[in-house]
């Protein structure tokens, strides 16, 4: 099940305490994976709608997406939705045809 359906990033950080904007779309708040006093988690999004962690205490995503009780596929857009370049994604199933 994924975390949204309209803007990820605004969910995950529906997700997270003491969240503060570092501009230009970009977020700090609390790592839910460790005992934080300060923020130590940046969260952004991606040119591909991916929302991208990064802890500088160290935790890895998977981490801190497991202390959400979530995924990391959570963390990926909607199947369909826009991929690398603004393009749709293309399915890679091979078409079978017959002998």
Do not use: Q
Not at 24 to 36: F, L, Q
Not at 47 to 74: P, Q, Y
């Amino acid at each position: 099940m994924s975390i949204i359906r309209g803007n990820r990033i605004e969910s995950i950080l529906s997700l997270l305490e003491n969240v503060k904007s570092a501009g230009d779309g970009k977020y700090t708040a609390a790592c839910p994976a460790h005992e934080d006093r300060s923020p130590s988690l940046s969260i952004s999004s991606g040119d591909d709608g991916r929302v991208l962690l990064h802890c500088f205490a160290g935790c890895t995503n998977e981490t801190i997406v497991k202390a959400w009780g979530k995924t990391m596929s959570d963390l990926m857009p909607d199947d369909g939705g826009p991929h690398r370049n603004g393009k749709t994604k293309k399915s890679t199933r091979r078409k079978t045809y017959p002998s």
